[in-house]
């Protein structure tokens, strides 16, 4: 239900699907800012913390305190690769702290990860813009419905000029299109 200020409600659950949808992705390219920056295990507590939360703990400092982490060691990180990953492991971590506003901004804390990710997949494949396409296509894939529900309470991603923010909005404009998306994002926690 929207409210006359555009605000709208958001259940611990509905946060826990949108965590899930960040965390899912950041743990997959949690290993580029690990090779790129052994020891330092920022983004990796973040991504633990949010899956205390997915997995049913109460939202917590632990997820805004790790999630703050992780993004300080993206800003610190050398390579565009790592800093990406570090990023959407910070964003796994804040998804508990969605705010249930009408602003093109918090779009980012739904989708930016998987686009990171999409990003990466262009790095590592020579500037494929083709390998970015796919993993949007397999992130859009891993959408469940619920999710795609909770994306469409917000307005359209905001455009930008970086690579990352145009696959964000590639993926936002397929969710968008597609509420059939997949029914995949089941898992019960890392691993």
């Known amino acids: 239900m929207t409210s006359v200020?555009?605000?709208f409600g958001l259940s611990m659950d509905e946060l826990r699907v949108v965590a899930r949808y960040v965390a899912e992705t950041a743990q997959v390219v949690l290993p580029v800012f690990e090779d790129a920056n052994p020891g330092d295990t920022r983004p990796r507590a973040a991504i633990d913390a949010a899956w205390e939360f997915i997995n049913g703990a109460p939202r917590t400092k632990l997820q805004r305190t790790t999630s703050m982490d992780a993004h300080r060691a993206a800003k610190e990180t050398a390579t565009e690769t790592a800093r990406l990953a570090?990023?959407?492991a910070g964003d796994a971590a804040s998804a508990a702290y969605?705010?249930?506003i009408a602003k093109a901004h918090q779009v980012g804390h739904i989708l930016r990860a998987a686009a990171n990710a999409a990003r990466i997949a262009e790095i590592g494949a020579g500037e494929d813009p083709l390998a970015g396409s796919?993993?949007?296509e397999e992130a859009r894939e891993r959408a469940t419905p619920a999710l795609i529900d909770i994306l469409q309470r917000y307005p359209l991603a905001p455009s930008g000029k970086s690579r990352a923010a145009?696959?964000?909005t590639a993926l936002?404009?397929?969710l968008r299109g597609s509420p059939q998306a997949g029914t995949e994002g089941t898992r019960k926690g890392p691993g």
């Open 134 to 136: 796919r993993a949007i």
């Open 86 to 88: 570090a990023q959407a």
């Open 98 to 100: 969605l705010h249930p």
């Open 172 to 174: 936002d404009t397929s």
């Open 166 to 168: 145009q696959l964000m």
């Open 5 to 7: 200020n555009g605000d």
